[in-house]
Nanobody
């Protein structure tokens, strides 16, 4: 079983930055992709960003393009989400996830972390 632990969330003013981390452990690590999703009360969980593990191609939802950057560290089995120019509408619980098989970059993830709260004040 794969375990995912997110960290780096917190409270920040609009225009500020945060860097989220997600460390994976528990078994031999060889995912197809790792991604970040977010969810607010009453709304469906939405795709934010993902990185293909082998090769490092990245993908983003339109609302964060140019502001967020996803990256991965092979040696640490860790994925990061650098969030700049944060807006109040970015407030959500952010979850990291692993997709074990190749396919749609935004769907069918297999393992999920417990989430980390990001709050952006106006």
């Amino acid at each position: 079983q794969v375990q995912l632990v997110e960290s780096g969330g917190g409270l920040v003013q609009a225009g500020g930055s945060l860097r989220l981390s997600c460390a994976a452990s528990g078994r031999t690590f060889s995912p197809a992709a790792m991604g970040w999703f977010r969810q607010t009360p009453g709304k469906e969980r939405e795709f934010v960003a993902a990185v293909v593990w082998m090769g490092g191609s990245t993908y983003y939802t339109d609302s964060v393009k140019g502001r967020f950057a996803i990256s991965r560290d092979y040696a640490k089995n860790t994925v990061y989400l650098q969030m700049n120019s944060l807006k109040p509408e970015d407030t959500a619980v952010y979850y990291c996830a692993i997709r074990e098989t190749y396919g749609s970059i935004s769907d069918n993830y297999d393992y999920w972390g417990q989430g980390t709260q990001v709050t952006v004040s106006s």
